[in-house]
């Protein structure tokens, strides 16, 4: 049975929606956008490409901290989100599906994706995993923010709510549903893989990290 997922067309259309206003998910996402940023130690001079790119919020702080000599390009399928980065952060932007990365290998030293794995059909997880793993340099660091299952009694109750809204219509939800992926980082190749999991306003977060060896 087809998973019940958001298509790539209704997921585009969405974000393109909501545009700037996806800044108002800061109130369950800023915590673990905060320890990915720190996650991915960062210095001046490194290449960072970031996938889901959305406002360009985060794009913009990486920018001023890889400077000078360091080179970031966001990517996102979001007509809008590209627009909206675009004048927020300035820099490279494209916009592309990120299933389909237009980079070669042995590319970039960071690579970031911000809750977009959690808008995906999990059957093509691990082969953007290895997408992700081909485009990073050796020794390249790998950072992942998604929507997981919960922790504690309330996380657990939140997101079988969630779940149970997302079944319904995974619109509701902006095509995100909680997944578990250190396994399936394991999976694409990766070492030194570490789990944690951020809970504000009771929504859980998974943040992954993980190095190409």
Known sequence: MPENILSSPAAQDFYDRIGSRY????????????????????????????????????????????????????????TEMCRIAKERAGGS???????????????????????ILDLLPFTDLVPLIMKFWQVLLPNGRLVILALTEGVDLPSKALISIWKGIFNLSPAICGGCR????????????????????????????????????
Not at 101 to 114: E, K, S
């Open 23 to 78: 800044d108002w998910f800061e109130f369950y996402e800023g915590r673990a956008k905060e320890q990915a940023f720190e996650a991915l130690k960062l210095e001046p001079g490194l290449k960072l490409l970031s996938v889901g790119v959305g406002t360009g919020k985060e794009l913009a702080r990486i920018q001023a901290e890889i400077s000078p000599g360091g080179a970031a390009i966001g990517l996102d399928l979001s």
């Open 178 to 213: 909680p997944l578990e992926l250190f396994k399936l980082v394991q999976e694409a190749g990766f070492a030194d893989i570490n789990r944690q999991v951020i809970v504000q306003a009771g929504i859980p977060s998974e943040l992954i990290t993980a190095i190409k060896k």
């Open 93 to 115: 932007i494209c916009q592309a599906d990120a299933r389909k990365l237009p980079f070669p290998a042995d590319t970039y030293d960071r690579l970031y994706a911000g809750y």
